[in-house]
């Protein structure tokens, strides 16, 4: 037994040096504007997704429930970048029956908002609608649009956008003209981190927020554009931010679990590492650079990724698979001992729009075309089975030789 450990431990380096080839299986398809899929991790297997206009369905085994699970569409202001964006269930929700949304409402503000399950756990009650945050935004684009709780420590982050920029007057054209990135007494352009444990009522601010002096005490990060997916690595913690770029750089960002907020992401002093024309540049100190970034021959609107801990695929574990919505290229990136690798997986059938995990940690891909597809990986070709042919009782093989040949004249 020691022994077949200690062969195990030996391959796996070299085994699981090397990403595996991935392909994307449909699940379902005809979903309308979808923005987001994710489990509620209660054990009942469904996968809930979210659709731009304001609904939520339920797939359980392949198959969409008739109803929707939650309908807001009279509340949500939808189109372009607007809408229902996001939906996370706490930690303990078989109990709680309560959940969380991210939304823009008909005035343009982000809103988070707290609902309940009715007594069918398959329907939540629209009316229940506990408004616990609420964003104004100066301009329609740059929403943000992400909440998750944290799987460690329990509270919720959510990313918001820098707010947008004018397309008229004096404004017209400046990347953040408001500035609200950087400024600390804003809560867009930032990761904000809330406690919202007590399950009623408005949020409280985790004891070990960052509250440098000057800011607001929910911000966690500052310096995004618009960070549209993030999350979190289920098993260690780690948070990744997909920041998307303007015209120049998209970027990953990373913290690792248990390094404390009040970070600096750069936006908009930096596109990624790069300079913006107007701003000052080599002066600007403290600012965190992206764990990754990639220029507009790439692509050029990061989709934020998922750290893929199921446990279907040993070789994929620990992976962070991301994409890009302009080119529907989808890419790995792993931490080693000799540093991070990143593989190129291929296109997807359709633009992705987000990846999300199932409650075993199964990963998806959900795209702009109404299609929600699964990862699979692709087993490497089977290798020929090798037999050795014997010959009938008494008998032997003749060896046939070689004829002699005029031996090849050598160049
Ligand atoms: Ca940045």
């Known amino acids: 037994m020691g022994r077949v450990l200690f062969l195990c431990l030996l391959f796996l380096p070299a085994v699981f040096a090397q990403f595996p080839a991935i392909r994307w299986e449909n699940v379902v398809t005809g979903l309308r504007q979808p923005t987001f899929a994710t489990s509620a991790r209660d054990g009942s297997g469904r996968l809930f997704i979210v659709e731009q206009a304001g609904l939520v369905k339920i797939l359980w085994h392949g198959e969409l429930f008739e109803k929707p699970f939650l309908d807001i569409r009279s509340r949500v202001n939808f189109g372009g970048e607007l809408g229902l964006l996001s939906i996370a269930f706490p930690p303990g929700f ?21 609902y309940r399950v009715s007594e069918d756990p398959n329907i939540a009650n629209a009316d229940s609608e506990e408004i616990v945050l609420r964003l104004p935004q100066p301009f329609g684009q740059h929403n943000g649009g992400l909440i998750a709780f944290h799987p460690l420590d ?10 947008g920029f004018s397309k008229t007057g004096d404004l017209a054209d400046i990347p953040d003209p408001l500035e609200n990135a950087q ?17 009623e009522g408005p949020y409280t601010i985790p004891a070990d927020n960052p509250k440098k002096e000057g800011w607001l005490p929910e911000i966690w990060a500052r310096g995004f554009r618009n960070p549209w997916r993030f999350s979190f690595d289920r098993l260690t913690g780690d948070l990744y931010i997909g920041d998307v770029g303007d015209n120049e750089k998209e970027e990953i960002d990373f913290e690792a679990a248990g390094t404390g907020g009040g970070r600096n992401y750069g936006w908009r002093l930096r596109e990624g590492t790069s300079c913006l024309p107007e701003m000052p540049c080599d002066e600007v100190q403290g600012l965190t650079w992206p764990l990754h970034e990639y220029d507009h021959t790439e692509g050029c609107s990061v989709i934020g990724g998922v750290v893929y801990r199921g446990a279907k695929y040993p070789e994929l574990q620990g992976t962070y698979i991301y994409g890009d919505f302009c080119n529907a290229m989808v890419w790995g990136m792993r931490q080693g001992e000799d540093g991070w690798k990143r593989a190129q997986f291929g ?18 891909l959900v795209d702009w075309e109404g299609n929600l597809l699964q990862l699979i990986v692709e087993p490497p070709p089977a290798e020929p089975v090798q037999e050795t042919i014997r010959p009938p009782d008494g008998q032997k093989f003749r060896r046939d030789r070689p004829t002699r040949g005029k031996r090849p004249v050598r160049r």
């Open 347 to 364: 296109y997807s059938s359709g633009l992705p729009v987000t990846f999300s995990e199932d409650e075993d940690g199964e990963v998806y």
């Open 154 to 163: 329990g509270t919720l982050y959510l990313a918001t956008g820098d707010g």
């Open 94 to 114: 078989s109990d709680k029956q309560h959940f969380y949304a991210y939304y823009i409402d008909k005035d343009r503000a982000v809103i988070i908002a707290r």
């Open 183 to 199: 400024r600390t007494d804003s809560l867009l352009g930032k990761m904000l981190r809330i406690d919202v444990g007590k399950g």
